[in-house]
């Protein structure tokens, strides 16, 4: 199981690489009033993904910090922003740091700039149940994110939300959870005076399911598949948690 998510992991984080060299470079050349919202609709998918790994809130002076991989393994039907690109699997990496506060309370922040694209975000989650430990205790949370982007054809803003559910053992928990993400997307393409100041707004919904593997006591992967408004993906990640 380890290896398997170990793996997992290598190849998440090799799939942004893998991709287009400048997978969001063709928006100027290949946006226009249709392609805008499916292009909306896959960054808001990327933005919601990899935000949780277990239904147990951290507990206070809790941390947890490390990178993370979301990937769509293909555009939405109508994105010419990225298909015209040739763009086809693509993804985005982020580095992530949680804080456990007290009244079962953790805050988070996470960024990244990448491939063109500044995202700088943060949100908070909420136990349902107070931390604990006991193996195969079943845990739940709740937690929004939200999510600033800039690029130098557009600027986006993210609002997520999920329900988040987890049991397991101190090896191994497998959790499953719920959302939905609301983006808004503005186009800044100068020399396109139709596009410039364009806009678009999605409401999708998201799935995920996946596990957490601890291989040292206070280090753990993971990984787990996303469905993202009708469209596969992944998500991975890696971090040191106490």
Request: proline content about 5%; hydrophobic content about 45%; aromatic content about 12%.
């Amino acid at each position: 199981m380890r290896r398997l998510l170990a793996a997992a992991l290598a190849v998440l984080c090799a799939a942004p690489a893998g991709a287009v060299a400048n997978q969001f470079g063709g928006f100027a050349q290949y946006s226009n009033s249709s392609s805008i919202k499916p292009f909306t609709r896959d960054l808001g998918g990327l933005l919601g993904s990899a935000t949780f790994n277990s239904g147990r809130s951290l507990g206070f002076s809790g941390f947890d910090v490390g990178p993370a991989v979301a990937a769509q393994f293909y555009p939405s039907k109508g994105d010419t922003i990225l298909l015209n690109n040739g763009v086809k699997g693509f993804g985005m990496p982020w580095v992530h740091a949680d804080i456990g506060l007290p009244f079962k309370i953790d805050g988070f922040i996470r960024g990244i700039s990448y491939d063109g694209l500044t995202v700088a975000g943060g949100g908070l989650r909420y136990g349902l149940y107070a931390p604990s430990d006991k193996p195969w205790t079943p845990q739940v949370l709740v937690s929004v994110v939200g999510d600033s982007v800039v690029h130098q054809d557009f600027s986006a803003s993210h609002f997520g939300g999920d329900v988040v559910a987890s049991m397991g053992n101190a090896r191994v928990t497998p959790y499953i959870g719920a959302g939905f993400d609301r983006t808004g997307l503005e186009a800044h393409v100068s020399n396109d005076l139709a596009l410039e100041g364009t806009s678009a707004t999605t409401l999708e919904s998201r799935f995920t399911a996946g596990v957490r593997v601890k291989p040292f006591q206070f280090t753990y992967i993971d990984a787990a598949f996303d469905y993202l408004h009708g469209q596969a993906a992944a998500e991975a990640g890696l971090g040191v948690r106490f």
